[in-house]
């Protein structure tokens, strides 16, 4: 069973940052896509950024330049540093992994940036 957890979300002012871990258990991950999304008030879900086993990455243009997305493939961990944080980053932050064409998520982790 997988099984996604998130951490490190907060409150934070704009220019800000903050780093978002995600740990995947139930089996090993290291073939598989992770990678994070968001979804703020009243919008659908977005892309954020996500990495292959290979290590490429896409990212959304708004955040590119200003968050970084890593994978630690023997932990099975996902992180997100997001620095220069702006007040439309604001939003609940979910960690996916793609496994055998179904998608897996995290309950999510709420980023807050107050100007």
């Known amino acids: 069973q997988v099984q996604l957890v998130e951490s490190g979300g907060g409150l934070v002012q704009a220019g800000g940052s903050l780093r978002l871990s995600c740990a995947a258990s139930?089996?090993?991950?290291?073939?598989?896509?992770m990678g994070w999304y968001r979804q703020a008030p009243e919008k659908r879900r977005e892309l954020v950024a996500q990495?292959?086993?290979?290590?490429?990455?896409l990212d959304a243009d708004s955040v590119r330049g200003r968050f970084t997305i890593s994978r630690d493939k023997v932990k099975n961990t996902v992180d997100l540093q997001m620095n220069s944080l702006k007040v439309e980053d604001t939003g609940v932050y979910y960690c996916?992994?793609?496994?055998?064409?179904?998608?897996?998520w995290g309950r999510g982790t709420q980023v807050t940036v107050s100007s």
């Open positions: 996916f992994l793609r496994r055998f064409g179904n998608d897996y």
């Open positions: 139930g089996d090993n991950f290291s073939m598989n896509l």
């Open positions: 990495i292959s086993p290979g290590g490429s990455i």
